[in-house]
């Protein structure tokens, strides 16, 4: 079944499907660009001019600290944005996640730095970021909702794949532009240069808009109102009724988070000062994961599909702990070539887990609250996973004196609590789906 044969099924036109679709993959895009673009540019920028340090590790777990506020702003933001985007609809909520993003990322770029205003220069900077993580908090559950519940159920991983996606695609552009920015810029990337990507924000917010505005409420909520099924408090009875899934979400997610997190933002500062590669090299390897991982998951989400989602799954999570030590083999080699093929094989595997998440996290929770209950246990999972992950790794890095192998266990620990989370949420939907049945 091609996109085009849609709008046959579940009550949604071909024309509202493909928008949903186009709609969630760049405007997520767009908004992972801005969230992203601070994880690049805070371990080789931020740590430089926000948090000066004669020991260049400290000034890195200083910027990386700063990456993290933004992580725990994120379950804030989503409390917020999808409750009321279970009592209002989803897209509303995106278009004023999309702006929140936009907007503080452009003032980023026009911040002053420590040398200028001093101490106030990191302070307003971590301010920003934590706006920017209540921003971007709601965005994902709103996102993948929207093309999930336009999708046929019986391909709701594909197109969940799909949508889920637009975080990859957001890695590329935002290592994209920072390499064309360096190319430009040269001896000025320090001086000024790096403020054109964050200012480019504002470009991007209009490329969204235009995208989103575009994009039509999704039948499922429709039907929701018309019913008057709306809950008043959705981020509430979510939890009351639901909060062993929460749980388990929180645990699944901070494994699958944390990997992409530490090979896409630590991987550049520990390429850069630890193996002291060119930053280009390394930004090329990270568009060359994001490409892999684009591809990867959406191949992987249409594939839980046909087999299941917990199937294919659990066997990303087995890979990646199976991976991880030959991942920093690879990178330790300080080869150009290596580094690519080890980011790219990384991409490969995340598509194992970001492909059919996007449908298995939605399809676990009621209409009436499933705003709600994907944007919570994710969120907050995603504080731990990816919000401390690099910070974790940098501070595993100088503890054991550059040693990787703590952050590999780290990794493989993690993987065990994730299949744990996983396989329970598969068993326990399955158990519902028997008694519904009977």
């Known amino acids: 079944m091609t996109l085009g044969d849609t709008g046959s099924r579940d009550g949604g036109g071909t024309e509202a499907v493909r928008r949903a679709l186009i709609g969630s993959f760049f405007g997520t895009g767009l908004e992972t660009y801005d969230f992203i673009l601070f994880g690049i540019t805070a371990g080789v920028v931020f740590n430089k001019l926000f948090f000066p340090s004669s020991d ?57 730095t420590y040398a200028q205003i001093g101490i106030a220069a990191p302070i307003m900077l971590t301010l920003l970021r934590f706006i920017q993580g209540i921003a971007y908090g709601g965005e994902w559950g709103g996102a993948i909702l929207v093309v999930v519940e336009h999708a046929p159920k019986d391909r709701r991983g594909f197109f969940g794949g799909f949508a889920h996606s637009g975080q990859q695609l957001g890695t590329v552009l935002a290592s994209s532009v920072i390499s064309l920015s360096l190319y430009a810029t040269g001896a000025q990337f320090l001086s000024w240069g790096w403020r054109v990507p964050f200012l480019l924000g504002l470009a991007m917010v209009a490329i969204g808009f235009y995208v989103r505005t575009r994009m039509v409420e999704t039948p499922e909520f429709v039907a929701l109102k018309q019913a008057g099924r709306a809950r008043k408090l959705p981020i509430l009875d979510v939890w009351r009724h639901n909060y062993w899934k929460i749980l388990l979400t929180i645990g699944a997610v901070t494994v699958t988070t944390a990997t992409f997190y530490m090979t896409a933002i630590f991987m550049l500062s520990y390429g850069i000062t630890a193996l002291r590669m060119d930053i280009h090299t390394v930004l090329h390897a990270l568009i060359v994961l994001g490409v892999t991982g684009i591809a990867s998951s959406i191949w992987f989400g249409a594939l839980s599909d046909r087999i299941g989602r917990v199937p294919v799954i659990l066997a990303g999570v087995v890979a ?32 194992f887990t970001h492909g059919p998440v996007a449908a298995f996290y939605t399809e676990i929770y009621d209409v009436s609250m499933r705003y709600s209950g994907a944007t919570l246990g994710t969120q907050i999972g995603i504080v731990l996973g990816g919000g401390f992950s690099p910070l974790i790794a940098t501070a595993l890095l100088k ?38 049945a009977d």
């Open 56 to 112: 260049p590790l400290n000034g890195t777990l200083l910027a990386f600290g700063a990456f993290a506020v933004g992580f725990v702003a994120r379950p804030f933001g989503g409390m917020i944005v999808a409750n009321y985007g279970d009592q209002l609809g989803r897209k509303p909520m995106l278009l004023l996640t999309l702006g929140g993003m936009g907007i503080v990322t452009a003032v980023i770029g026009l911040l002053p």
């Open 320 to 351: 990646m702990a199976l991976y991880i030590f030959p991942f920093f083999w690879l990178v330790q080699s300080g080869n150009a070539a290596l580094l690519t093929l080890a980011l790219a094989v990384s991409g490969f595997i995340g598509g």
């Open 399 to 436: 503890q054991f004196d550059g040693a990787t192998w703590p952050i590999c266990l780290y990794i493989i620990a993690l993987s065990v609590l994730g299949f744990i989370c996983f396989a329970a949420l598969g068993a326990r939907q399955k158990r519902l789906a028997y008694a519904a």
